[in-house]
């Protein structure tokens, strides 16, 4: 897998052979656990564009890590990813009710069943990491495991969401919008990153130039959310839009303007992609996604 | 920490110790997550009968586990029982307004704060099993972080939740109910006993005879907590009673009768005690649990 240097080839590659692991590991076992097990494959199965999995590879693959154990690490990422959109579209958060172009989960279910399914997607994800699939040396599983907790956590993206919906009708500067972002969304993209790092033993340069990396991608892919909520369509990007000013959240393109925040981000882009450079061509699919993060309709 | 074979004492040590443990992870950062720190330490911090982090330490006790260990993994299973609890409360589960004596974390705070601190408990639990301050081997480490995964999610405690839900105004019979309860609190149980084993390298027939113990307790807890749903005071019990007529639940005491209920419980606990016999006199605490939890008015 993922022996393409080819962006769309490789997403392609990339969204397969993450829904066949999901298709395996979330197969209803026998019993009364169905409907549980059937929630989980609704959110977890068929959508997305699977950016934090494609990071796991891409980066992985600076460091010569066996496609499957990046595919393994991604797949966790992915489980927490999907955990917090199934959370966030509840009726008390974002209380959204369409999602990749399907009913979120509480609507196709129920919100009790969107909490459980939520609830055991992160619980799966920590579990993943655990296997000796994932890395033949627990102390790596263990660096995984810590790290994620912290990007996923309190510390993290939960803090994040805390922000973002305190962010309603309030004022922020740049910077603390910068700050929401990177909590919200940022640690855990540079958790992707980060774990191609760790399961191919980068040294600590190499480990901080992907980390910059990650920093720049982050926000740029959230500018280009933020632009995608002013001037996407509704049917492509499959989730309703025109959120953020009609709930009179700050976002960098309603502080920036739209043209300051489309050259921001490219300048980021171009930041993201210098420092890749002492990688060589190796770094290529990372410079591709870095550029499509920002070139995108959905 | 925990040197003293007097149950209630015992209870009190580890109260006191997870307490502490809880108020060193969860001080509040400078900056913007004050309020989901909150929230987490309002769960958290000094309340119940810390039956699973006592679990932990008892078991671990007959293996020469250093208490710091024992402590810390006892702190993460408390992580996902309080998690667990928050999310349970929430309106669109079993909506429920005082807990442990005090209102709810939905009702103190809001509905997205218990959504969010609850799933930060969720991932904080998997971060500080990681930790190697938890356990010196990381093999160790990523075998506890497996089992918790299995027992939170899908294969267990998760499932039993969605059981539990599905089982209002239905018929179930009592292998139904056995299973939905080993599925609701017998996998944490196991898991808190298990990683006792796990932290003291415990062989394969020790293994089992504390897994056969956590399964009778863990069933005759419940019925216990069944019977006080029944007979209880609700100001001693600290939450919402008489629940699961109300609700059309089916319990084992409903099932079988009162008398009936509270000899099976007694019953199930002899045969705990009696799996205990290979441990001798280090395995006191672990009889001292077993009686208590089905004789105690909380």
């Given at each position: 897998?993922?022996?393409d240097q080819d962006l769309p080839a490789a997403?392609?590659?990339?969204?397969?052979?993450?829904?066949?692991?999901?298709?395996?590991?979330?197969?209803?076992?026998?019993?009364?656990?169905?409907?549980?097990?059937e929630a989980m494959r609704y959110a977890a199965?068929?959508?997305?564009?699977?950016?934090?999995?494609?990071?796991?590879?891409?980066?992985?693959?600076?460091?010569?890590?066996?496609?499957?154990?990046?595919?393994?690490?991604?797949?966790?990422?992915?489980?927490?990813?999907?955990?917090?959109?199934?959370?966030?579209?509840?009726?008390?958060?974002?209380?959204?009710?369409?999602?990749?172009?399907?009913?979120?989960?509480?609507?196709?279910?129920?919100?009790?069943?969107?909490?459980?399914?939520?609830?055991?997607?992160?619980?799966?994800?920590?579990?993943?990491?655990?296997?000796?699939?994932?890395?033949?040396?627990?102390?790596?599983?263990?660096?995984?495991?810590?790290?994620?907790?912290?990007?996923?956590?309190?510390?993290?993206?939960?803090?994040?969401?805390?922000?973002?919906?305190?962010?309603?009708?309030?004022?922020?500067?740049?910077?603390?919008?910068?700050?929401?972002?990177?909590?919200?969304?940022?640690?855990?993209?540079?958790?992707?990153?980060?774990?191609?790092?760790?399961?191919?033993?980068?040294?600590?340069?190499?480990?901080?130039?992907?980390?910059?990396?990650?920093?720049?991608?982050?926000?740029?892919?959230?500018?280009?959310?933020?632009?995608?909520?002013?001037?996407?369509?509704?049917?492509?990007?499959?989730?309703?839009?025109?959120?953020?000013?009609?709930?009179?959240?700050?976002?960098?393109?309603?502080m920036l303007g739209r043209d300051s925040a489309?050259?921001?981000?490219?300048?980021?882009?171009?930041?993201?992609?210098?420092?890749?450079?002492?990688?060589?061509?190796?770094?290529?699919?990372?410079?591709?996604?870095?550029?499509?993060?920002?070139?995108?309709?959905?």
């Amino acid at each position: 897998m993922l022996t393409d240097q080819d962006l769309p080839a490789a997403m392609r590659q990339i969204s397969d052979s993450v829904d066949a692991v999901f298709a395996d590991i979330l197969a209803t076992p026998p019993g009364a656990s169905e409907r549980l097990y059937e929630a989980m494959r609704y959110a977890a199965i068929g959508g997305g564009k699977r950016m934090r999995p494609l990071l796991v590879a891409a980066s992985a693959r600076l460091f010569d890590v066996a496609p499957q154990n990046a595919l393994l690490a991604g797949v966790a990422v992915e489980c927490v990813h999907v955990h917090s959109l199934v959370h966030d579209d509840l009726p008390c958060m974002d209380d959204d009710d369409l999602r990749r172009g399907r009913p979120t989960l509480h609507k196709r279910f129920d919100e009790a069943t969107a909490v459980l399914a939520g609830d055991a997607l992160l619980a799966l994800a920590f579990g993943l990491l655990a296997r000796p699939e994932t890395h033949a040396d627990p102390l790596v599983r263990a660096e995984l495991i810590s790290t994620l907790a912290s990007s996923a956590g309190a510390s993290g993206m939960a803090s994040g969401q805390m922000m973002d919906m305190a962010a309603v009708d309030t004022t922020l500067d740049k910077d603390a919008v910068v700050q929401l972002q990177q909590l919200k969304t940022g640690a855990m993209i540079g958790w992707c990153v980060g774990a191609g790092a760790a399961l191919g033993a980068a040294d600590a340069d190499q480990r901080a130039a992907l980390s910059h990396y990650a920093q720049c991608v982050s926000l740029a892919f959230q500018i280009a959310d933020d632009l995608l909520d002013v001037e996407g369509d509704e049917r492509t990007v499959g989730k309703r839009l025109r959120k953020d000013d009609e709930q009179g959240k700050q976002t960098l393109v309603r502080m920036l303007g739209r043209d300051s925040a489309r050259s921001y981000a490219s300048d980021l882009i171009d930041r993201a992609v210098s420092s890749l450079e002492p990688f060589g061509p190796s770094a290529e699919l990372l410079r591709s996604i870095a550029h499509f993060s920002i070139h995108r309709d959905r």
